[in-house]
T-cell receptor
Framework: DQQVKQNSPSLSVQEGRISILNCDYT??????FLWYKKYPAEGPTFLIS?????DKNEDGRFTVFLNKSAKHLSLHIVPSQPGDSAVYFC??????????????FGKGTKLSVIP | DAGVIQSPRHEVTEMGQEVTLRCKPI?????LFWYRQTMMRGLELLIY????????DSGMPEDRFSAKMPNASFSTLKIQPSEPRDSAVYFC???????????FGDGTRLSIL
């Protein structure tokens, strides 16, 4: 049973426009959410995160929005650049204390930014 | 700055052989994670260590898999005996706290024939 879902396997956007990547989760215990970017033959790279006590976090061209009631988060990239073309993974964590830590990933969305 | 270093980058071996994957975390990081990526299941956490101690190995698929962290700068993931269904990309990641963003290595692409 997938606890973190990225329902769009791919997305194409024109350079300069907004890219919106979506992620849904089912586990209400998740309290911290992250986005990673991955280029081919490389490991995922941390992009941006958000705690469950916030509903928005912004870092330059990247903004993550969290809607706890809908168990939904999204990553906005504005403006999109060709170098943003990569696979984007949504991830969620649940810190349960006693040293227990889990990072659950979605299956990723491949973003293609067209020049 | 050196990132997380994994070796080998690629491994091709025959079914039944022992496979050892290696990871050097970022200096100063005290948490280390092993992940496996497959088409079917995506990225899955196998095990993680905090201060060299295994904390959660519930993701390890079966007894054929074992992981060690003898010191703060080195970890291994071993599969013995290997099977074709173990073919995947294995990632190691480290962080300076259990709840801090993890930094990933470039992975080991494992093919079991």
């Amino acid at each position: 049973d997938q606890q973190v879902k990225q329902n769009s396997p791919s997305l194409s956007v024109q350079e300069g426009r907004i890219s919106i990547l979506n992620c849904d989760y089912t586990n209400s215990m998740f309290d911290y959410f992250l986005w990673y970017k991955k280029y081919p033959a490389e490991g995922p790279t941390f992009l941006i995160s958000i705690s469950s006590i916030k509903d928005k976090n912004e870092d330059g061209r990247f903004t993550v929005f969290l809607n706890k009631s809908a168990k939904h988060l999204s990553l906005h990239i504005v403006p999109s650049q060709p170098g943003d073309s990569a696979v984007y993974f949504c991830a969620a964590t649940r810190y349960s204390g006693a040293g227990s830590y889990q990072l659950t990933f979605g299956k990723g969305t491949k973003l293609s930014v067209i020049p | 700055d050196a990132g997380v270093i994994q070796s080998p980058r690629h491994e091709v071996t025959e079914m039944g052989q022992e496979v050892t994957l290696r990871c050097k975390p970022i200096s100063g990081h005290n948490s280390l994670f092993w992940y496996r990526q497959t088409m079917m299941r995506g990225l899955e956490l196998l095990i993680y260590f905090n201060n060299n101690v295994p904390i959660d190995d519930s993701g390890m698929p079966e007894d054929r898999f074992s992981a060690k962290m003898p010191n703060a700068s080195f970890s291994t993931l071993k599969i013995q005996p290997s099977e074709p269904r173990d073919s995947a990309v294995y990632f190691c990641a480290s962080s300076w706290g259990e709840d801090q963003p993890q930094h990933f290595g470039d992975g080991t692409r494992l093919s079991i024939l």
